[in-house]
């Protein structure tokens, strides 16, 4: 099983839905949870961090984490055709500062 | 605000050679990291930093590899003898130990794409 992980997609939603992002991690002891996006051939971008059950909102991103189901979620509201990437989910174990990165869901957002 | 520089931004070397590559992270950032991506993956741990010492390293890490931080600003990533399953993205990465939990945010710079023929 691995440590974080991610439907690879591609996510496909149009222009102005709702985009729903979901990431599972097998660490209880996780304590950080994060959000990236990539662009192809380019390095991941932090877009959103997360540390306590319940929501976080970030301008038209929302994060979600529910730590008894090992759930963490991201919605991207009226999404854009820019929103079009991949978006890596990351989270901390415990006791360590690096960074454990699911495969990364593939978002494509149709104009 | 400069954000975290590498260099070179490709490099294509030789099975067997050495290569050699540079990470300038944030200026106030003392935690800096070293994470490898290949095609379809998500970045995979190396190592890191925080100041000069060398805190964690991955296990799957090869004695090939390795990393020094000398002065606890930049930082350097050697592969020894490269084989052909090292091209991939060389990610580093940095953030600012604080005692707020923003202190995990890391930063990525450009990366380094090595393609080892």
């Known amino acids: 099983q691995k440590e974080v992980e991610q439907n690879s997609g591609p996510l496909s939603v149009p222009e102005g839905a709702i985009a729903s992002l979901n990431c599972t991690y097998s660490?209880?002891?996780?304590?950080?949870f994060f959000w990236y996006r990539q662009y192809s051939g380019k390095s991941p971008e932090l877009i959103m961090s997360i540390y306590s059950n319940g929501d976080k909102e970030d301008g038209r991103f929302t994060a979600q984490l529910n730590k008894a189901s090992q759930y963490v979620s991201l919605l991207i509201r009226d999404s854009q055709p820019s929103d079009s990437a991949t978006y890596l989910c990351a989270v901390t174990p415990d006791s360590s500062y690096k960074l454990i990165f699911g495969s990364g869901t593939r978002l494509l957002v149709r104009p | 605000d400069t954000g975290v520089s590498q260099d070179p931004r490709h490099k294509i070397t030789k099975r067997g050679q050495n290569v050699t590559f540079r990470c300038d992270p944030i200026?106030?950032?003392?935690?800096l990291y070293w994470y490898r991506q290949t095609l379809g993956q998500g970045p995979e741990f190396l190592t890191y930093?925080?100041?000069?010492?060398?805190?964690?390293k991955s296990r799957l890490l090869s004695d090939r590899f390795s990393a020094e931080r000398p002065k606890g600003s930049f930082s350097t990533l050697e592969i020894q003898r490269t084989e052909q399953g090292d091209s991939a993205m060389y990610l580093c990465?940095?953030?600012?130990?604080?005692?707020?939990?923003?202190?995990?945010?890391?930063?990525f710079g450009p990366g380094t794409r090595l393609t080892v023929t």
């Open positions: 660490d209880r002891g996780s304590q950080s």
């Open positions: 200026s106030e950032h003392n935690r």
């Open positions: 930093f925080q100041n000069e010492a060398q805190l964690e």
């Open positions: 990465a940095s953030s600012l130990e604080s005692l707020s939990a923003s202190s995990y945010e890391q930063y």
